[in-house]
């Protein structure tokens, strides 16, 4: 059975890095054609893309988040882990973690965690 | 402001046929698949269709995809009252390099 767990901080500060950490089970990262990608949802909002990373090690990231995210893999710890700088409160949401088995179709995420809520408020 | 455009809103009553549309641009719909994710309320999204028309198994054949050109829409047949819900779309963007959902469409069965 395959399934990804995201952890991490309930509550950051302002100002403060934020290290999310995406677990899977049921395939490895190994596989040449496994990615995993970062998605969040503000409150009330719509999803948002946030950064990919292929199963060569590209990574690909937001457009408006870019210079703040890096999203990197260890494949014996089966993990994939998301950093995000400089927090503010409109980074509030939830955070999901999403496998996508087909690595040139990175948006096609069969498998989605159940999501991590991150406030941030001082 | 989303890359990908859909309405906010849809609607319909049991039995019915609804659709939701999602227009992007050359880009994006234009130079890639389109895959369609249902999120209920309170849970994490889930996968719809995949590859413009493609269903995973378990999902019902009620729900179809297709496109054309830069645009891509979503059908459910036969409205159920668990189908209310938040449908997303999805594309790859190749200009910009990132992933782009449109701004998703609430479903209200009425």
């Known amino acids: 059975q395959v399934t990804l767990k995201e952890s991490g901080p309930v509550l950051v500060k302002p100002t403060e890095t934020l290290t999310l950490t995406c677990t899977v089970s049921g395939f490895s990262l190994s596989n040449a054609r496994m990615g995993v990608s970062w998605i969040r949802q503000p409150p009330g909002k719509a999803l948002e893309w946030l950064a990919h990373?292929?199963?060569?090690?590209?990574?690909s990231y937001s457009t408006s988040l870019k210079s703040r995210l890096t999203i990197s893999k260890d494949t014996s710890k089966s993990q994939v882990v998301l950093t995000m700088t400089n927090m503010d409160p409109v980074d509030t949401a939830t955070y999901y973690c999403?496998?996508?088995?087909?690595?040139?179709?990175?948006?096609?995420?069969?498998?989605w965690g159940k999501g991590t809520t991150v406030t941030v408020s001082s | 402001q989303s890359v990908l455009t859909q309405p906010p809103s849809a609607s319909g009553t049991p039995g019915q046929r609804v659709t939701i549309s999602c227009s992007g641009s050359?880009?994006?719909?234009?130079?890639?698949?389109v895959n369609w994710y249902q999120q209920l309320p309170g849970t994490a999204p889930k996968l719809l269709i995949y590859?413009?028309?493609q269903r995973p198994s378990g999902v019902p054949d009620r729900f179809s995809g297709s496109k054309s050109g830069t645009s891509a829409s979503l059908a459910i047949s036969g409205l159920q009252s668990e189908d209310e819900a938040d449908y997303y779309c999805?594309?790859?963007?190749?200009?910009?390099?990132?992933?782009?959902f449109g701004g998703g469409t609430k479903l209200t069965v009425l």
């Open positions: 999403a496998r996508a088995p087909n690595w040139n179709r990175p948006l096609y995420m069969d498998v």
């Open positions: 590859s413009n028309n």
């Open positions: 050359s880009s994006n719909i234009g130079s890639n698949t």
């Open positions: 999805a594309a790859w963007d190749d200009s910009l390099n990132v992933g782009v």
């Open positions: 990373i292929f199963s060569n090690d590209e990574k």
